[in-house]
């Protein structure tokens, strides 16, 4: 048997066999795509339906939206639109949303003899990926904390939050 290579389209670079050659008088079909192998013989019957296009579709135009590698939307004129961009739901973002807000802040150190567990009150002057910065009010002192000490956040108020992708805020 005749092996292929057909590199990394459509085979993922495994070696496939050679397509069979076409049984005399029945025609085969000719591949338009580079890297994929010819389609199998047609049926001697089916003939008549090879011509066959969807109507007012020119031959080679894809049918449905398009989208790029970025998720964007490509028109029928080759213009693309982007999807609209959300802010992930992580705690920094949440926390973010709510600058200028005063919360209790309950965290935990492991292998702390001094204290295991240690509550911050203050408000949320900044958040990153990996810390919050609070200051205490009545001091001005500023508290850098690290978000893998963080166990939860408390607040005395309604908090600014739209759940990412959803336009307002769901009811229950």
């Known amino acids: 048997m005749n092996y292929v290579y057909r590199g990394s389209v459509g085979n993922y670079g495994y070696m496939m066999p050679a397509p069979a050659p076409a049984p005399a008088g029945i025609p085969m079909p000719q591949s338009t795509m580079p890297g994929y192998p010819a389609a199998a013989p047609m049926n001697p019957g089916m003939q008549g339906m090879q011509g066959m296009q969807a109507q007012g579709v020119a031959p080679g135009t894809p049918v449905g939206p398009m989208t790029a590698t970025t998720g964007a939307v490509i028109t029928p004129s080759g213009t693309t ?38 509550i911050f009150r203050g408000v949320i002057e900044a958040a990153g990926r990996d810390h919050i910065i609070i200051s205490d009010p009545t001091t001005g002192q500023r508290i850098l904390m690290l978000m893998v000490n963080l166990d939860y956040i408390t607040f005395d ?6 759940y990412p992708g959803v336009i307002g805020n769901p009811t229950r």
């Not at 959300?86 to 973010?96: A, H, K, M, P």
């Open 81 to 118: 639109v982007a999807p609209p961009q959300y802010e992930q739901s992580y705690v920094e973002n949440i926390l973010r949303m709510n600058l200028g807000k005063t919360g209790t802040f309950y965290m935990t150190y492991e292998n702390n003899c001094e204290w295991n567990a240690k």
């Open 157 to 162: 108020e309604p908090l600014n939050y739209t």
